[in-house]
């Protein structure tokens, strides 16, 4: 018995294998060039179990993996997904700037845990992510 049908799905998976895993990578980049740039500590501060921080760095975290799953699922290579999960990354470090002209206390504020100024970071995190993969596309209308 042939079983001419298992190539195709074997190739499949191992493609889908390679994009999460290099998908998982970007996301612990992001996380090491995001924390990094912040002033604040937001894994040691969420391990102390400040709730800002963390629902500052989860809003970051989403509204990056947004345009990330976008690039995944439209990348026509390994080469286009990586170009467009960058341009994700510049787009959650300009909006987290963004938010620190708007919020100049940011930082401080998350350390203190107040709550809202991380809900606004988050949600604006999440609008900017969600902008973002809308506005991915594979080429012009025809």
Same mark, same amino acid.
């Given at each position: 018995?042939?079983t001419?049908w298992?190539?195709?799905?074997?190739?499949?998976?191992?493609?889908?294998l +390679?994009?999460?895993?290099?998908?998982?990578? @970007? =996301?612990? !980049?992001f996380? /090491? *060039?995001?924390?990094?740039?912040? %002033?604040h500590w937001e894994?040691?501060? +969420?391990?102390?179990?400040?709730?800002?921080? @963390? =629902?500052? !760095?989860?809003g /970051? *975290?989403?509204?990056?993996?947004? %345009?990330?799953?976008?690039?995944v699922?439209?990348?026509?290579?390994?080469g286009?997904?990586l170009?467009?999960?960058g341009? /994700?990354l510049?787009?959650?470090?300009?909006?987290?700037?963004i938010?620190?002209l708007?919020?100049?206390?940011?930082?401080a504020?998350?350390?203190?845990?107040?709550?809202a100024?991380a809900?606004?970071?988050?949600?604006?995190?999440?609008?900017?992510?969600?902008?973002?993969?809308a506005?991915?596309?594979?080429?012009?209308?025809?």
């Amino acid at each position: 018995m042939q079983t001419t049908w298992l190539n195709p799905a074997l190739t499949g998976v191992s493609a889908h294998l +390679i994009y999460f895993a290099i998908a998982l990578v @970007a =996301i612990a !980049l992001f996380v /090491a *060039i995001y924390t990094a740039i912040t %002033p604040h500590w937001e894994i040691r501060l +969420i391990r102390q179990g400040n709730t800002a921080a @963390a =629902i500052s !760095l989860g809003g /970051a *975290i989403l509204g990056y993996t947004f %345009p990330l799953a976008q690039s995944v699922a439209q990348a026509g290579s390994i080469g286009d997904m990586l170009l467009w999960s960058g341009v /994700a990354l510049i787009a959650q470090l300009i909006a987290y700037g963004i938010t620190r002209l708007i919020l100049p206390q940011l930082s401080a504020d998350v350390n203190a845990g107040k709550i809202a100024p991380a809900i606004f970071l988050a949600a604006l995190s999440i609008a900017i992510g969600i902008l973002n993969a809308a506005a991915m596309s594979d080429g012009l209308p025809d």
